[in-house]
């Protein structure tokens, strides 16, 4: 081994030892304890469907907030049938002659069963590696480091030199009502810009190396449809050619084999060429070929298999819901199923249905679009808001790439791009997409990413709205 390889192997060493004790250090103070407070907290509350318990959360954060310095009138929680919104305005003194940030993320989070994870899902738990527990990722760390960062610059004496504006949602995981609600706010309109906690982030090597860092500047259009199957029905001893249910599986198997276009962004080929130089091997060839070519059906085949990077090539949809029949020993009289997508930028909701209905190949099934989905824009990166993020980011690794990405999945930032607002989101999430189990079993988040994020809000609200 040469003189100069020893060398990097031992300035290598040195820095880990560092970073570890900056980490145990981080672990000790005042900032911490009340992050891994209201974590705790939080999590602890089932903010599901149904329960009714998003008002409670809000009312928790909001004493917490009132606690630290902030007055009544400026702290709104706004009922909203079962659940609420939580209105935070941060005043700052005006001297920069700008609008306010808005700064959002959502209280609610997904259905879990206790009877189906390893650990239980609303009480904070962890090893040597994880946090586990629902909403450790998506979304109440971003509520969490948003508001413990509102508390410590509030503490501290900051004073903004604009307004900076929580907005919490409490329905972003179902209808997105309160989100609605919330992006026709004329207060909340006149901000310049929205930063979402809620997507972006960096990418973890398996060895965890960091690979690189996008900001969500666009996302998908989500849309569900309803498909629907209708027969007269008749006895189960007497089956006929034409089975509702059958008819539906036809349908289904059909959707199965079908692949939307590839599509493609300048942002999005950046994306792929940046994470794929960091990551290398075989999957990181392929996104440089992506990159280099979206034609390149050999490179967009393979990244097709990925569940982390599909819906950065393509429209994507999927059967979710299925339902039919009505008794074991009759015919069923319909089967349905749901089919959420994901949408890519650019293309409309009434094209993807004409799609599905061409591929599904059957003139008698019936197509319903759900709720009422929102087609919003790319939001075009701004020089200081990437400054501002890319300096908190390599603070934690200084060699990372920072870049705009376009997310697959849904948040509340569709809802303000569509109202008007620019939005990127910057979460100070760092992990392995493969330990991502947001929305499914044993929801976790790497303990050292909770830890090494707890100054990211803050460095970014200093650059952006700092004397």
Not at 64 to 84: M, N, R, W, Y
Not at 289 to 301: G, I, L, T, V
Not at 408 to 413: F, H, I, P, Q
Request: with cysteine; hydrophobic share 40%; glycine share 8%.
């Amino acid at each position: 081994m040469t003189i100069i390889k020893k060398s990097l192997l031992a300035a290598l060493a040195s820095l880990c030892v560092a970073s570890s004790l900056n980490a145990e250090v981080s672990k000790d103070s005042a900032h911490a304890k009340k992050s891994l407070e209201i974590y705790r907290e939080i999590i602890s509350i089932p903010t599901v469907a149904g329960r009714g318990n998003v008002p409670k959360m809000a009312n928790y954060l909001a004493s917490e907030l009132k606690e630290a310095g902030f007055s009544q009138g400026d702290i709104q929680v706004v009922p909203h049938g079962e659940t609420a919104a939580l209105i935070v305005r941060y005043r700052g003194d005006g001297s920069a002659k700008k609008r306010p940030i808005l700064l959002i993320a959502h209280m609610d989070v997904v259905e879990a069963l206790p009877q189906d994870w390893e650990r239980p899902p609303f009480k904070l738990t962890q090893d040597d590696t994880f946090f586990y527990g629902r909403g450790t990722e998506d979304n109440k760390l971003g509520v969490t480091m948003l508001t413990s960062t509102f508390i410590k610059l509030k503490e501290s004496g900051f004073v903004p030199n604009r307004d900076l504006i929580l907005a919490f949602s409490g329905d972003e995981e179902t209808s997105m009502s309160t989100t609605r609600m919330l992006a026709s706010n004329k207060a909340l309109l006149e901000a310049e810009y929205v930063l979402n906690s809620d997507a972006g982030g960096g990418q973890l090597g398996k060895d965890g190396k960091a690979l690189s860092y996008a900001v969500q500047a666009a996302e998908k259009t989500y849309a569900s449809f309803q498909l629907t199957v209708r027969n007269p029905g008749g006895h189960s001893s007497r089956p006929k050619p034409d089975n509702a249910i059958f008819d539906l599986a036809a349908a289904l198997n059909n959707l199965q084999a079908y692949r939307f276009p590839v599509r493609s962004a300048d942002m999005t080929r950046a994306y792929f060429r940046a994470t794929g130089m960091q990551l290398g091997g075989e999957l990181g060839a392929a996104m440089i070929q992506f990159a280099d070519d979206p034609k390149n059906k050999q490179a967009s085949d393979r990244l097709a298999v990925e569940s982390s990077y599909v819906g950065t090539t393509r429209t994507t949809c999927v059967p979710t819901l299925l339902s039919g029949g009505h008794a074991e020993n009759a015919l069923p009289q319909s089967a349905s199923v749901t089919v959420n997508c994901r949408i890519f930028p650019g293309v409309s909701v009434a094209e993807v249905k004409a799609t599905l209905e061409k591929v599904v190949d059957n003139a008698a099934i019936e197509f319903v679009v759900l709720d009422q989905p929102i087609e919003s824009p790319i939001s075009a990166l701004r020089d200081d808001v990437m400054a501002a993020v890319t300096k908190a980011v390599q603070k934690r690794h200084p060699s990372v790439a920072v870049f705009g990405f376009m997310s697959s999945g849904a948040t509340d930032g569709m809802h303000f791009r569509s109202a008007g607002l620019p939005t990127w989101a910057a979460s100070s999430v760092f992990m392995d997409p493969d330990d991502n189990f947001a929305h499914g079993l044993n929801e976790r988040l790497p303990i050292k990413t909770f830890y090494e994020g707890l100054e990211h809000w803050e460095i970014i609200l200093k650059e952006l709205a700092g004397k």
